[in-house]
């Protein structure tokens, strides 16, 4: 079986609770547990540096995609094994969509969400199939999931949100969607 990769979007902040760069740093060790590569955006911050250094100390390849504005700052994670240069946000998360077998969404804030609905627009309007796996640490998104609800009722989403939008509550529910990816 291939390696799979895993693109994870979360939070670049260093001031978030301590249990979610628990649960970050679980999920990096998994990846690297089960052979996955991780594929995330390269920062050397917050929850997505506490992901690459699990994934990294677990054995994982880390493949960091980096807007030149992170390079400009001197914001790039020193645990990258792959790094792929981008020229903004929009590229980067279309590289992560192409790099990846699965898309994982851990809590984060402004971007995790803008990379979350970037990825599932283009799932309802048929760029990809990929599963997209909201990681609800402490149930962080219960209040998107519920509005998400919402518009669905309302007419607002198309198509069956069901097929590529998914939820694990625990990290043993994450490694089975991944592992099925």
Request: hydrophobic letters at 50%.
């Amino acid at each position: 079986m291939p390696m799979k990769s895993v693109a994870v979007f979360c939070a670049a902040s260093e001031n978030i609770a301590p249990g979610y760069f628990e649960a970050a740093a679980e999920v990096g060790a998994m990846l690297g547990r089960i052979g996955a590569a991780l594929v995330y955006g390269g920062a050397r911050f917050g929850l997505m540096e506490a992901t690459a250094k699990a994934a990294k100390l677990a054995g994982a390849t880390v493949v960091g995609v980096v807007p030149m504005i992170l390079e400009e700052r001197d914001r790039v994670s020193s645990l990258i094994d792959e790094k792929i240069n981008c020229r903004n946000l929009s590229e980067r998360k279309d590289i992560m969509l192409e790099r990846s077998d699965i898309l994982v969404a851990l809590p984060g804030g402004i971007g995790t969400l803008d990379e979350i609905f970037h990825v599932l627009a283009a799932a309802t309007i048929g760029y990809h199939t990929k599963r997209v796996v909201l990681y609800n640490v402490n149930g962080f998104w219960n209040p998107l999931l519920a509005t998400i609800d919402e518009m669905s009722q309302a007419g607002f989403v198309r198509g069956e949100f069901g097929k590529y939008l998914f939820v694990a509550n625990n990290i043993g529910e994450l490694e089975k969607m991944i592992l099925e990816a």
